[in-house]
């Protein structure tokens, strides 16, 4: 497929590659700081918009996607606009990609299509395969502000998987992810923590 249809199934409507490049900041301000000269993963990167605008902040950025069109597409871009530091790889949905290790780990806008049990397994096999002790996370998480909303009525709230704030928290401290912040968006939460060495007890508040 194209740019065009891509850009429209990833963001709901059409924008030129340029202002498609400089959106994601909207998306990243509130915890690219957190991020910053880490080297950092992005879940479900899409068209690699996020990672565009952390481009600048972050030593290195690598994104994976189980569509391969989209990974073409993240890569056509990165060539185009000169991110070196940038890479995108494709993930078959199963078993995650030999990449090393990050600083950083991020999801946006991914999880609220995902099955519970499917996003539960994923977040503690990236904490276990990616994140070493102190790494940044930032999850986004959908939540009951967006059923019957703009966002959910093209497709209906029944598409969409919400997430109350207490099953993100221990989902979090179950992944030994401990929560620094919330940040509150209109529609979702993004918890941004750190991977922790865990312990006895269910403590989702960083120390």
Not at 56 to 74: E, H
Not at 161 to 187: G, M, T
């Amino acid at each position: 497929f194209t740019y065009m249809t891509a850009v429209v199934a990833t963001t709901g409507h059409y924008m030129p590659e340029e202002e498609y490049i400089k959106s994601g900041w909207q998306n990243v301000a509130g915890f690219a700081e957190e991020l910053r000269g880490k080297r950092v993963l992005e879940f479900g990167c899409g068209l690699g918009r996020n990672l565009f605008a952390l481009s600048g902040v972050v030593n290195a950025g690598v994104g994976i996607d189980v569509n391969r069109g989209y990974i073409r597409i993240a890569r056509r871009l990165t060539r185009k606009y000169n991110f070196s530091n940038l890479d995108f790889v494709y993930f078959n949905g199963k078993e995650l990609p030999e990449l090393g290790k990050f600083g950083g780990i991020i999801e946006i806008g991914v999880f609220e299509r995902l099955p519970k049990p499917y996003v539960q397994n994923v977040v503690k096999e990236l904490r276990e395969k990616y994140a070493e002790e102190g790494t940044v996370f930032a999850l986004y998480f959908l939540t009951g502000r967006a059923k019957k909303s703009e966002l959910t009525k093209r497709l209906g709230d029944q598409a969409y998987v919400f997430w109350e704030d207490r099953e993100a928290r221990e989902l979090l401290s179950s992944a030994n992810i401990c929560v620094r912040s919330i940040l509150e968006w209109k529609y979702a939460n993004v918890y941004v923590g750190e991977a922790s060495g865990g312990g006895s007890g269910v403590v989702s508040e960083c120390t």
